[in-house]
């Protein structure tokens, strides 16, 4: 097994940014080839993406209800 | 298309997402509300300048967080909120966590918040709730949130930093219940 040379703290920097959509190609792949063999990079990856889908999925999504889309629209046409 | 179509076309879709960011800023149905339809009345007024067909979304959400900031904020209906510099400068993270621990018990026990997760996200400071709202629940880019908020993309990624760091605290019980690694 090859081991990538890498430092942990400049890959962890980078894991918020991997997840958040804003590395770019080159050094998102950098980051999947050293989670995939550096357990402390990995372990580090999955408590942030953990942390960012228990956010997006758990948060409970209020809608605008119906009454206030029919206000809004009256008060333009009104204008 | 004349400006109401234009309105009800390209800026009225976005009232879901617009209500649930509005929602979790003041916690209140009503003052989502009134905040949602101040900010749809606002960028009816300024129509003109906005480019159909470019980032209808970015550009209401940061009208309805300079609503919020503006008038929202001001008026008597919130306490007073804690400038997050001053208590990130002042408190080590981990004690920010301790100290909210029993708001956020007594908050689940009243049922005042909701669930797990709004009472920690609304637990933070509102700059950090923002950031996260933008980027974990809206999904924009660090530079659409830089443009919402109107601060450097590198106090986005740093105040995002700050924020997760608080919420992975707080949410680590909830996490591992969840059948997440913690």
């Given at each position: 097994?090859?081991?990538?040379?890498?430092?942990?703290?400049?890959i962890?920097?980078?894991i918020?940014?991997?997840?958040?959509?804003?590395?770019?190609?080159?050094?998102?792949?950098n980051?999947?080839?050293?989670?995939?063999e550096?357990?402390?990079?990995?372990?580090?990856?999955?408590?942030?993406?953990?942390?960012?889908?228990?956010?997006?999925?758990?948060?409970k999504?209020?809608?605008?209800?119906?009454?206030l889309?029919?206000?809004?629209?009256?008060?333009?046409r009104?204008? | 298309?004349?400006?109401?179509?234009?309105f009800?076309?390209?800026?009225?879709?976005?009232?879901d997402a617009?209500?649930?960011?509005a929602?979790?800023?003041t916690?209140?149905?009503?003052?989502?509300?009134?905040?949602?339809?101040?900010?749809?009345?606002?960028?009816?007024?300024?129509?003109?300048?906005?480019?159909?067909?470019?980032?209808?979304?970015?550009w209401?959400?940061?009208?309805?967080?300079?609503?919020?900031?503006n008038?929202?904020r001001k008026?008597?209906?919130?306490?007073?909120?804690?400038?997050?510099?001053?208590?990130?400068?002042?408190?080590?993270?981990?004690?920010?966590?301790?100290?909210?621990?029993?708001?956020l018990?007594?908050?689940?026990?009243?049922?005042?918040?909701?669930?797990e997760?709004?009472?920690?996200?609304?637990?933070?400071?509102?700059?950090f709730?923002?950031?996260?709202?933008?980027?974990?629940?809206?999904?924009?880019?660090?530079e659409?949130?830089?443009k919402?908020?109107?601060?450097?993309?590198?106090?986005?990624?740093?105040?995002?930093?700050?924020?997760?760091?608080?919420?992975?605290?707080k949410?680590?019980?909830?996490?591992?219940s969840?059948?997440?690694?913690?």
């Open positions: 097994m090859r081991t990538i040379k890498h430092s942990c703290k400049d962890q920097a980078k918020e940014l991997y997840l958040d959509g804003e590395l770019d190609r080159f050094t998102r792949q980051v999947d080839e050293v989670i995939s550096c357990p402390f990079c990995k372990s580090e990856f999955d408590n942030q993406s953990s942390l960012k889908k228990i956010l997006h999925v758990g948060l999504r209020r809608e605008c209800t119906d009454q889309r029919k206000n809004i629209v009256s008060k333009i009104g204008l | 298309m004349n400006e109401q179509e234009l009800e076309s390209e800026l009225l879709p976005h009232a617009l209500y649930n960011f929602f979790h800023l916690y209140n149905e009503d003052d989502a509300n009134d905040l949602v339809q101040e900010a749809f009345l606002k960028a009816y007024k300024y129509i003109h300048n906005y480019q159909p067909g470019t980032n209808a979304k970015a209401l959400f940061r009208i309805l967080k300079n609503t919020f900031i008038d929202y008026s008597s209906r919130l306490p007073d909120t804690i400038d997050y510099q001053e208590l990130v400068d002042i408190h080590m993270e981990d004690e920010i966590v301790a100290s909210y621990q029993n708001d018990r007594d908050d689940l026990f009243n049922g005042t918040m909701g669930d997760i709004s009472a920690a996200l609304n637990s933070l400071p509102v700059d709730k923002t950031v996260i709202l933008l980027c974990d629940i809206e999904g924009f880019s660090y659409e949130i830089s919402i908020l109107e601060i450097p993309i590198g106090t986005v990624r740093s105040r995002l930093h700050r924020a997760r760091n608080v919420l992975k605290n949410l680590q019980a909830y996490a591992e969840m059948g997440y690694k913690s």
